[in-house]
């Protein structure tokens, strides 16, 4: 097995490309070792001393690590925990575990403009992310606001504000009017 290893714009965070499928649809996104416990995959890479975070994509697997750790001393760990995994024959995600985040649902007056902005995110704006080794979804839209949450590489990204200012802020404003401001949402 040869895993493909890519930078992102977060110096922070690394992605992993196994050569095969991570998760058949949606997304995961694990914050702590607790919050993987339902994912074998997960499990293995936070065993690892100094990565703080793991998302998975479609095709491929993004990992976090702290700021005074160096990728030179834990990259081979990763790598031989992600290798070890997919030899295992176990389940990326154990049966009955979370996985698929994806948009918010939203039930109000605002349905169809809602509509227009998951479409446009998921056409333009999240296949891009994913290049970069994370997700964007829709979390929220309130009096013209978009209420957006950054997952993976995005999360912490320091080009991140400039990602949903000048990118997504402005193609949203171009092709729904009703949209006039776009942020970011801890979740």
Request: aromatic residues 6%; hydrophobic residues 40%; contains cysteine.
């Amino acid at each position: 097995m040869f895993i493909q290893t890519e930078s992102t714009p977060n110096p922070a965070t690394l992605k992993f490309l196994p050569g095969q499928t991570v998760l058949e649809a949606g997304t995961a996104d694990f914050a702590s070792p607790e919050a993987a416990e339902s994912s074998p995959l997960a499990s293995r890479i936070f065993a690892v001393s100094g990565v703080t975070g793991v998302f998975f994509g479609n095709d491929f697997v993004t990992v976090t690590k702290a700021d005074d750790v160096e990728w030179d001393h834990i990259k081979p760990a990763i790598l031989g925990a992600v290798m070890e995994h997919y030899q295992s024959g176990q389940p990326v995600i154990s049966a009955g575990g979370e996985q698929a985040s994806g948009h918010a649902e939203h039930s109000g007056e605002d349905g169809e403009v809602v509509n227009q902005i998951k479409d446009l995110l998921d056409s333009r704006v999240r296949p891009a992310v994913a290049q970069d080794g994370g997700d964007i979804t829709f979390h929220g839209f309130e009096r013209g606001v978009v209420y957006l949450h950054m997952q993976g590489a995005c999360a912490g990204c320091p080009s991140s504000t400039l990602t949903l200012k000048m990118g997504i802020e402005n193609l949203l404003r171009h092709y729904i009017p009703e949209v006039t401001e776009v942020r970011p949402v801890a979740v």
